[in-house]
């Protein structure tokens, strides 16, 4: 049983983390046209985005 979860962690979850990075990436830049055609300039998307970035990553060394 713990070598199962050993495999997880070495072999799925990397992948899993790379597609998801990949998708979030997709989304920003889809996001980053809409905002910028409207006319948000390129700096407040910037700030918007690490602020999210940062109320999303900041719990996470707390779930440990």
């Known amino acids: ?3 199962g979860r050993f495999w997880l962690l070495k072999d799925v979850l990397p992948f899993t ?4 990075m990949e998708c979030s990436n997709v989304g920003l ?8 055609m409207r ?4 700096y407040v998307f910037v700030v918007y985005s690490y602020a ?3 109320f999303i990553l ?3 060394p707390l779930s440990y």
């Open 39 to 42: 006319g948000m300039s390129y």
């Open 17 to 20: 983390v790379m597609v998801a």
């Open 29 to 36: 830049n889809t996001l980053f046209k809409a905002a910028t």
């Open 1 to 3: 049983m713990g070598s």
């Open 58 to 60: 900041l719990p996470s």
């Open 52 to 54: 999210i970035a940062a």
